[in-house]
Antibody
Framework: QLQLQESGPGLVKPSETLSLTCTVS??????????WGWIRQPPGKGLEWIGS???????YYNPSLKSRVTISVDTSKNQFSLKLSSVTAADTAVYYC??????WGRGTTVTVSS | EIVLTQSPGTLSLSPGERATLSCRAS???????LAWYQQKPGQAPRLLIY???SRATGIPDRFSGSGSGTDFTLTISRLEPEDFAVYYC?????????FGPGTKVDIK
């Protein structure tokens, strides 16, 4: 059974870079035709798609975040990662990784604060 | 960007009642690429419906989706206690993929 698990710092300082990793278990990230994605949810608010990546590294991002986002994949580790630069308090959220759109991780809370 | 609007914002119903949730898109959703999710506090969203009307694996048949173009509906035929939650629609046919603001179904 495919499972996803987010990991990374729970606290990031303003202007720094948020870095998260999603580890895929129970299946290979290299399975063709699948994309892998990141979605976030600020406290008490709705869901926002951040971006997606294929196993071969093809990416597409939400234009609202594109200038600050990098998503990469490491097939040798069965992981994909998110980097979000120049963070502010508005980036405080629960961050989910997913294999769109059936399988989701449990989410990890990231707080941006000094 | 396709903007999704959900109504009502909150739906107060009793167990056993029928729930009808609406999702309207600012432009046509391609190939009926419309999904519905259920989310409970502290949990990740759970896919209920994809392709506007196909139930995801393991989803009870009291959940049904319908619609096309710009108007979509999620119907829960008879509410069970575990169905009280927030429901989101999402379009995944056109990037950026977008979600509606959600409808909260709470106990009357």
């Amino acid at each position: 059974q495919l499972q996803l698990q987010e990991s990374g710092p729970g606290l990031v300082k303003p202007s720094e870079t948020l870095s998260l990793t999603c580890t895929v278990s129970g299946g290979s990230i290299s399975t063709s035709n699948y994309y892998w994605g990141w979605i976030r949810q600020p406290p008490g608010k709705g869901l926002e798609w951040i971006g997606s990546i294929s196993y071969s590294g093809s990416t597409y991002y939400n234009p609202s975040l594109k200038s600050r986002v990098t998503i990469s994949v490491d097939t040798s580790k069965n992981q994909f990662s998110l980097k979000l630069s120049s963070v502010t308090a508005a980036d405080t959220a629960v961050y989910y990784c997913a294999r769109p759109w059936v399988v989701w991780g449990r989410g990890t809370t990231v707080t941006v604060s000094s | 960007e396709i903007v999704l609007t959900q109504s009502p914002g909150t739906l107060s119903l009793s167990p056993g009642e029928r729930a009808t949730l609406s999702c309207r898109a600012s432009q046509s959703v391609s190939s009926s690429s419309l999904a519905w999710y259920q989310q409970k506090p502290g949990q990740a969203p759970r896919l209920l419906i994809y392709g506007a009307s196909s139930r995801a694996t393991g989803i009870p048949d009291r959940f049904s989706g319908s619609g096309s173009g710009t108007d979509f509906t999620l119907t829960i035929s008879r509410l069970e206690p575990e169905d009280f939650a927030v429901y989101y629609c999402q379009q995944y046919g056109s990037s950026p993929f977008t979600f509606g603001p959600g409808t909260k179904v709470d106990i009357k």
